[in-house]
């Protein structure tokens, strides 16, 4: 199970922790918070002005985990580090589709 994924009402709810401005794209990994939460900490390079970060995350987790973009929304932090990324869809087959692509990372 990974622990920043989710089943929600609709689909499932990711936590995120942005890094915009940062030197390439890319998806880190699983870090855990202070509050004792984990998170997915993601990084891209566009600058957290007029939503253009926000889309770039959005861009890079579909490409990463071949979801449409139009199934992905920011539900919760879009203006701030941490946010919250609803998969719209079966759970169990988004979870699925996640736990697959963690052991691919490995």
Do not use: H
């Not at 390439?24 to 990084?43: C, F, I, N, Q």
């Not at 957290?48 to 579909?62: C, Q, R, T, V, Y």
Request: glycine residues 10%.
């Amino acid at each position: 199970m990974t622990a920043f994924a989710a089943a929600a009402t609709g689909g499932v709810r990711v936590q995120i922790r942005l890094t915009p401005k940062a030197s390439r794209d890319r998806v880190d990994g699983p870090v855990s918070e202070a509050d004792g939460g984990t998170v997915l900490k993601v990084s891209v390079t566009a600058v957290p002005e007029d939503g253009k970060a926000n889309a770039a995350l959005i861009k890079l987790l579909s490409k990463e985990w071949r979801v449409p973009k139009s199934g992905m929304d920011i539900v919760q932090g879009a203006t701030d580090r941490r946010k919250v990324i609803l998969i719209t869809g079966e759970p169990g087959d988004i979870l699925a589709r996640l736990e697959q692509w963690m052991a691919t990372r490995k």
